[in-house]
């Protein structure tokens, strides 16, 4: 990697980084590919740099309507987490937590992981209960998960109130070691160098306005940069998957919401650990340059537009008073929305469709960051081999015809 001291950025900056080595390149689209993804935000990066690396697939384009990693990659809370109820989601949230334990090493490239354990907070006697019985299937797992005591909340979390007078008074948490954090747009700039370097095109401003289908399989897509053919499409466009599903004459079962967050102004380090409350509604965890950064569910309304509205923010803000009162004199910085696609089991949809050679990836929810990297393994698998991987074989679309659905939403109701 090219080196730069600090006159050589001083200079570069001022010449907007005329001079600078490119991450990775920006070409022309060719005529056609093998492959074509739509959607480079870090499950479309992550499958095209499996789908060369682990299958040597290496004739792929991701497309992108904007700008690289500015959807929901780059608007979320950047919480990594495995701990999940169902064997099902377990097995896959799992895989990608893997992933992300060797990712900056694998990427060549710091995603800044930061694994300062993740603790849920139990607030009544039933609540404490679910928590033993989610630490307990996890376990079953081989997912390491532990509970909490009032004491030992108190001993890694010293800020948070836990006095048995308070409103929602702690009598518990579970508590996953492995948990934490992950940087956002590194998790894509990583990706995409590393998908480049193995000759993956990333295109961006190339806006997908059409699917072309012959014969009930995939052909081409027409986009704002021409005409694109493909023998195979992958689709991963988070909350727009609707949109593009419609080209095909697909109808998939799932809305879009906006989902907030926030971070506070800046402090000095006092919270090191990811801390969530579903009772309260609210997560919580302290960035690298002192913001706290915290979220809660998504707005009750189906939209695209990136915002949403103030009583949610209202809500979390006075969740945080109520769990940690020492904040309450801090300002809010800034906010933002990324839009978030739910199925009807708060589950993915990860697999083939009725047109061959298309396939989609989406309805992670609340879900997505953390699972980028096991998200992109797996559709890598089932898009190079036409066939599930078997941890992502029980979120195919056709489960909504069976009924086999993986109900999810105690896990990812407040969580990202």
Known sequence: ????????????????????????????PKPSYAVVIVGAGGHGLATAYYL???????????????????????????????????????????????????LSRDLNFNVMLSQRGLMMLAHSPHELRAHQRLVSAMRLNGIEGEMLSVEQVKALCPILNCSPRSRYPVFGASFQRRGGTARHDALAWGYARAADARGVDIIQNCEVTGLRLEAGRIRGLETTRGYIEAAKVGVVVAGHASVLAAMAGLRLPIQSHPLQALVTEPIKPVLHRVVMSGAVHVYVS?????????????????????????????????????????????????????????CPDASPIIGKTPVEGLYFNCGWGTG????????????AHTIAADEPHPLAAPFALKRFETGRLLDEHGSAGVAH
Request: a neutral charge.
């Open 1 to 28: 990697m090219q080196r730069y001291s600090i006159f050589s950025l001083a200079r570069n900056a001022l010449n907007d980084h005329a001079d600078w080595e490119r991450a990775w390149r920006s070409p022309d």
């Open 52 to 102: 060369a690396k682990e299958h040597g697939i290496r004739d792929v384009a991701v497309l992108e309507k904007g700008w690289l990693g500015g959807g929901n990659t780059g608007r979320n809370t950047t919480v990594v987490r495995s701990n999940y109820l169902n064997d099902d989601s377990a097995a896959l949230y799992e895989k990608s937590l893997q992933l992300f334990e060797g």
């Open 286 to 342: 302290q960035s690298d340059r002192g913001e706290l950064v915290l979220g809660a569910g998504i707005d009750g309304y189906n939209s695209y537009a990136q915002r949403g509205s103030f009583h949610v923010i209202e809500a979390q803000l006075a969740a945080l008073k109520e769990l940690f009162p020492i904040v309450s004199r801090l300002r809010m910085m800034r906010q933002w929305g990324g839009i978030v696609d739910i």
């Open 368 to 379: 997505g960051f953390k699972s980028t990297p096991g998200s992109g393994f797996v559709f």
